[in-house]
């Protein structure tokens, strides 16, 4: 806070001698974050090396291992699979939502932000029921004389994708309708004028200008999805299991940290490089682009 | 750094005042109707008796568990785990030995009890199936594995414990008193054979989920969810051939902060009376040997201490010390 209320109630700016003063006012974040990120990370770091021998053994084992590698790769495939799938759908609603009247905007609005906040693992449990063989979309899609056998839906790499596109989906219209809700019509109306038709429009002038919002959902699904645990448990099969999901079996179920510790430091890597590349590329960019 | 002050003394609180008071003790166990059922069977009547509060907490977690001891931060001080962890675990030190002057393991199944743990309850994996949705259910091991004969999905328990892989051997032809060392090459040839087809359920009430809606209308499931299952109005059929047992354990960790407390609720939750209430409220069986005799027999006949004819009893101190071998083989053969 730099301002202060008076009893009048007007706004004060505050008197300069209580303001904070150079670095003594950035010492309990710097506190929090060394407390409650970086000692346990290195903490991580340092069991990895060091359990159940020391050295590089576990991460010799993690990478030397087809089994581990595959998992690697997993997660990769449905992370990039669940981002590209919620880019496609959430960038028409997003679009949608920004030149919509506002009535219906608020409603669309409430049910995603409804659907965010409903417990996790109720909506994941939902989407078990709705999925599996004798679930409600199978028995629709029977009872109209589409297919004839149920179909494979769920414990397997489609049920993943479906529960977690539908999970990240606010995550990605969100940003998105920030920076499209900022895109002057009058650009698009002025493409139109010199000539552009609707492709065009769309790929010349929106997509560009929306890159940024773009950018940023995407990363932001990647990223969450590489780590995520419940959703690929729950309606996965074991043969597309996530990181997420090992480095759980190496902690609980099989109490190995320093494996645990080595998957966990090789997730927290990537994401932090992929963050870094997004800063280099978009990072300078003003959202909504003028 | 006013506030960094302020930090290290409310750090310095937390670590102060983490002992529990000496009236109270915490037990943890795996959460839903089970822990329920502890609680009323056990909990209440013990503090009824003296007074001591049990505070309940969970669900089980090994890392929790080991993180505690090594923190010397212990804020559990009975534990309800499984039968291997609790052999090793025992074995790697980071329990407390039990004070058998105080629990009384004369009555106590001498399957379930090492120098650091006493049964909790024991169970079966029965093969368990949904009579509504098929033609007909599955009686043996190899009829599980035999998708010619009762083709369709079938469930098995997801993590690497005693259970799926006796089942396989089983199924391929081993004898029942030659299971042990576990022929792992052999078991998990066999699991290949109907990989494809299986289910995992990783929580009881997944495997109940999965019989009911048919989505795996049979599997290798703890008998409990059977009982609960029949209960609930679904024809079932049980299988008691070659039932696999093992059993949840008490263990006490490392350093907890109410030792005295805690032995004296192992030795009130493995008496008699106890026991058998656990067990006519879970469908799992007692290990005290005098509970059979306080329970009506129409329970007593669902549990699986009336099964031990086709028994197979899974070998814990095998486990205890495969533990991490056969966990690695099995999650790598899963992600396979």
Known sequence: MSTYSDASGAIMPLPKARRATGFGGVVPA????????????????????????????????????????????????????????????????????????????????????????????ARTYAWMVLLQRTGLINKMLIGMGLIDKPLALVNNLTGVTIGMTYIMLPFIILPLYGVIKKIDPSTLQAAALCGANRWQCLTRVLLPLAMPGMAAGALMVFVMSLGYFVTPSLLGGTANMMLAELIAQFVQSLVNWGMGGAAALVLLVVTLSLYTVQLRFFGNQNPGGR | MKTTFAFAAVAAFVAVSGPAHADNMVFSSWGGTTQDAQKAAWASPFTEKTGITVVQ????????????????????????????????????????????????????????????????????????????????????????????????????????????????????????????????????????????????????????????????????????????????????????????????????????????????FIAMATSAEPQAALAKATGYAPINVDSAKLMDPETAKTLPDQQTASQVNADMNYWADNRDAIGEKWYAWQAK
Do not use: H
Request: with cysteine; aromatic share 12%.
């Open chain 2, 57 to 264: 907490d969970g669900p089980t977690d090994y890392g929790k568990l080991k993180a505690m001891v090594e923190a010397g931060q212990v804020t559990w001080d009975v534990v309800d785990v499984e039968g291997d962890y609790a052999a090793q675990a025992g074995k790697n030190g980071q329990l407390e030995k039990l004070d058998f002057s105080v629990i009384d393991k004369s009555k106590l199944d001498p399957r379930f009890v090492t120098d650091y743990s006493v049964g909790s309850f024991y169970y079966s994996f029965v093969i368990g199936c949904n009579a509504d949705a098929v033609s007909a259910c599955p009686k043996t091991w190899a009829d599980l594995f035999d998708t010619t004969k009762f083709p369709g999905k079938r469930t098995f328990y997801k993590w690497s414990a005693p259970g799926v892989i006796e089942a396989a051997l089983l199924a391929d032809g081993v004898a029942a008193d030659k299971l042990y060392p576990l022929d792992l090459d052999r078991a998990f040839k066999k699991l290949d054979t109907i990989k494809s087809d299986i289910v995992w359920w990783s929580g009881g009430a997944q495997s109940q989920q999965l019989l009911a809606s048919a989505e795996a209308p049979f599997g290798s499931v703890w008998n409990g969810r059977m009982t609960a299952l029949a209960a609930s109005g679904i024809k079932t059929e049980t299988s008691w051939e070659q039932n696999i047992t093992a059993a949840d354990s008490l263990v006490v960790p490392k350093g907890s902060p109410n030792a005295e407390a805690a032995m004296k």
């Open chain 1, 30 to 121: 710097l506190a929090f974050v060394a407390i409650f990120f970086i000692a346990p990370v290195a903490v991580l770091l340092l069991r990895s090396v060091l359990e159940p021998v020391p050295g590089f053994g576990n991460y010799a084992q993690l990478i030397g291992s087809a089994t581990y590698l595959k998992i690697f790769a997993n997660t990769f495939i449905v992370s990039g699979l669940v981002t590209v799938i919620s880019l496609l759908i959430g960038f028409p609603v997003a679009w949608a939502l920004a030149i919509m009247p506002g009535r219906l905007t608020s409603v669309i609005f409430a049910i995603l932000l409804l659907s965010m906040w409903t417990n996790l693992l």
